[in-house]
């Protein structure tokens, strides 16, 4: 058996926020596993299922280049906000955005691709700003959508300068319509994406392992109401066919108007476009993902943010 110690115990309230002892009992049932330990108290009815930890992973920045039908996202991490704030930093950060357009978006792709103001690769430039800015720095993350016709929509929340904030979404949208029109509804969709951070864009492609996760949790959480398992069963799929619609971009209810599916306010935007709409994909990066710096109702501030 595990020996739970005090660290584990206080690293489980903060993940969670439950009390000392139900964290040492949640260790002590799940033999020192801590996913299984938050499912526990979860299935208890004592934590959260997305309580995070108040300590911050990273500072840095979230940049954002798109050239109409392509766009993509990077992370560029600091050791201090300070840094962040920097202009070479903050250059450099906007740079790797730039570079990140003709490569795949990805992380390995990005790191080995020329960057035009030092003519090495940007792996070799971000070591080279170290010594220039007197800080450790990398590129965490980065991500690429395109479209053959339509538009890539983007959103930068906290913005700190043009395309640079620390919070960047993408949101791919296929229409043969009036451009304009689409950039307008995809940048709405991408600020209700930047509130609340969906798991995929349709309930069929969310992650099968977290669906029968939560599964598991609802089990647990309806077998203590001591119903027949034909009645838990029926409860099980009412929560579960919930949860999808909660975590599905498409099924969620659109945070600039809450009558609306998002679904339904990309068909009603259809007027305006002059064509089909079809979502084909999305990308969100939070700066320091993971961890909250704050509690933040990013719904109300990406709400207000869109009518303002």
Known sequence: MTNVT?????????????????????????????????????AKGIAKADKKSGRTAAEGLVGIASNGTKAVVVEVNSETDFVARNDAFQDLVRGIAQVALGTDGSVEAVAAAAYPASGKPVGDTIKDAVATIGENMNLRRSASLSVEDGVVATYIHNGVADGLGKLGVLVALKSTGDKEALNAIGRQVAMHIAATNPLALRAEEVDA????????????????????DAIIEKMVDGRMRKFFEEVALLSQA???????????????????????????????????????KEETDFAAEVAAAAKG
């Open 254 to 292: 659109f945070v600039i108007n809450p009558d609306l599916t998002v679904a339904a306010a990309v068909k009603e935007a259809e007027k305006a476009v002059g064509a089909p709409i079809e979502v084909t994909g999305m990308a969100r990066l939070l700066l320091g993902e993971g961890v909250e």
């Open 209 to 228: 392992a977290v669906a029968e996760r939560e599964r598991n949790v609802f089990i647990e959480q309806s077998r203590a109401s001591g119903k027949p």
């Open 6 to 42: 005090a660290a584990m115990v206080k690293d489980l309230r903060e993940k969670t926020g439950a009390g000392m002892m139900d964290c040492k009992k949640a260790l002590a049932e799940t033999n020192g596993d801590m996913e299984a330990a938050i499912d526990w108290l979860r």
